[in-house]
């Protein structure tokens, strides 16, 4: 039987497209995420709700990351939901 592993979507917000596929990198390689790129004038439409100032230090953008899936963790299952697995 094979375990499945729950994959995490996070929305990457900047206004230049290069900086938006560094941290894409970042993400994808260190937490194995599904990511979503945007400019920032749709950011708070996308749900935007967290930030990392540049210049950007990975071990510092991953804890906000990290941070912010914890939480939106324990906001699903406050509320009685499960986290799903990105498809």
């Avoid at 004038?41 to 991953?62: C, H, I, M, S, Y």
């Amino acid at each position: 039987m094979e375990r499945s592993e729950t994959r995490h979507r996070v929305l990457i917000v900047d206004d230049e497209e290069p900086m938006r596929l560094l941290l894409a990198r970042f993400i994808r390689e260190d937490l194995k995420a599904e990511i979503s790129l945007a400019g920032t004038e749709r950011a708070q439409t996308l749900g935007a709700d967290a930030f990392v100032p540049k210049p950007v230090n990975r071990q510092g953008l991953l804890a906000v990351v990290v941070g912010q899936l914890n939480n939106g963790i324990r906001r699903q299952e406050i509320r009685g939901l499960r986290t799903s697995p990105a498809p």
